[in-house]
């Protein structure tokens, strides 16, 4: 019963895995949309919202294959201990723990990525607000 238990944690992982996928997939779009609409603005400096805008789906990107790497292994490693399981060989506990570390490791970059990313989009919030600000004091 052991090894069945072993071979499971990971996949008990996988929804997790999976919202955060969403989330950031979903954020991805939007960014994808700033851009677009980046494209209608023409009274406006655009090169550095671009530059921003870019930094931030170079991010969302890495923290994507982050995410998409982390349940892949996740997956694999459960089905590599099941299969070893099955078999009777002893090494499959550690080969279970080989992937979902490398699983787990992958999902705090992933992590780090998108906290760096929200940073960098509470920046454009603050000017945005800024500059609200500034023409609703000059009126």
Do not use: C, K
Not at 61 to 67: G, Q, V
């Amino acid at each position: 019963m052991q090894g069945t238990v072993n071979w499971l944690m990971p996949l008990l992982l996988l929804p997790g895995v999976g919202l955060l996928l969403l989330s950031t997939s979903t954020r991805f779009g939007q960014l994808h949309a700033e851009v677009h609409q980046l494209f209608h603005e023409e009274d406006m400096d655009r090169a550095p919202i671009a530059q921003h805008l870019l930094h931030r789906a170079r991010l969302f990107r890495n923290a994507l294959t982050a995410l998409y790497a982390s349940a892949a292994l996740f997956a694999v490693g459960s089905i590599a201990g099941a299969l070893m399981s099955l078999l009777g060989q002893a090494a499959s506990d550690w080969l279970v723990f080989l992937f979902a570390a490398l699983g787990a490791a992958l999902l705090v970059v992933a992590t780090v990525l998108l906290v760096r990313e929200s940073t960098l989009s509470l920046v454009i919030i603050e000017a945005h607000v800024e500059q609200l600000v500034g023409e609703t004091s000059f009126e």
